[in-house]
């Protein structure tokens, strides 16, 4: 459970920084900060609980 909170930590914060960015430079700026924010962390997450599954776990050490 530790891995899928830190794989999820991971891409959180690097989707949250390009979103943030996006945002920055005006773009996509009808969107509401909290929308992305919560969106970034359930994207996180998701990807943290893809990377536990043993077929993905696999092409990933090769």
């Given at each position: 459970?530790?891995?899928i909170?830190?794989?999820?930590?991971?891409?959180?914060v690097?989707?949250?920084?390009?979103?943030?960015?996006?945002?920055?430079?005006?773009?996509?700026?009808?969107?509401?900060?909290?929308?992305?924010?919560?969106?970034?962390?359930?994207?996180?997450?998701?990807?943290?609980?893809?990377?536990?599954?043993?077929?993905?776990?696999?092409?990933?050490?090769?």
């Amino acid at each position: 459970m530790k891995k899928i909170f830190t794989i999820a930590t991971l891409f959180s914060v690097l989707h949250f920084f390009h979103d943030a960015i996006l945002v920055a430079i005006g773009r996509y700026t009808e969107i509401h900060f909290m929308i992305i924010l919560s969106a970034t962390i359930i994207f996180g997450i998701l990807l943290g609980l893809v990377v536990r599954i043993d077929s993905v776990k696999k092409w990933l050490s090769h």
